[in-house]
């Protein structure tokens, strides 16, 4: 009779776990539900990626069927025009500049000539200038020196 007691008790406990497990495990569920909305989502994301492939599709046709033939189109028409005045301004060029040019100078430099001192009055006083401002740095760069090192006697070098 206990045996009996025993068996039905075991089968009771298995009936109230099934029970409990049905009420309140419900990883089965999460896991299904999970596994939907991963699929959802992966099949939106391909279909969005899908999309976004058609529009760069699209937009690559339409740049290699009209945008760039109109562009290349364009530079050919203008070309000869921007030869013609590449031409003309440099027979300009050689209008304003001398027929030579100092084979010393560099190609980069703007001017025709190097300034030439005692010719050009402007350069002398810019020199005339720069020699002015060297020799009132150097005097304040000594006095400054002279004072740093009147500080020093009187208050040491610590």
């Not at 990883?27 to 976004?52: C, D, L, M, P, T």
């Not at 560099?106 to 005692?118: E, M, Q």
Request: charged fraction near 30%.
């Amino acid at each position: 009779s206990s045996g009996i007691n025993a068996e039905y008790g075991v089968g009771a406990l298995k009936a109230g776990l099934a029970v409990f497990s049905r009420l309140f495990d419900h990883r089965a569920i999460i896991q299904g539900e999970a596994r939907y909305f991963i699929e959802e989502f992966q099949n939106k994301r391909k279909g969005s990626e899908a999309v976004q492939l058609a529009e760069c599709q699209h937009m690559i046709e339409r740049h290699c069927g009209e945008t760039l033939p109109d562009a290349a189109a364009t530079a050919d028409s203008n070309i000869d025009r921007l030869d013609r005045k590449v031409l003309e301004l440099t027979e300009l060029c050689d209008l304003i500049l001398p027929d030579q040019i100092d084979a010393n100078m560099d190609s980069n430099t703007p001017y025709s000539r190097p300034p030439s001192p005692g010719h050009d009055s402007e350069w002398d006083e810019f020199m005339k200038s720069m020699e002015e401002e060297k020799q009132l740095i150097d005097q304040l760069f000594d006095n400054e020196i002279e004072q740093f090192r009147i500080y020093l006697e009187k208050h040491g070098p610590g």
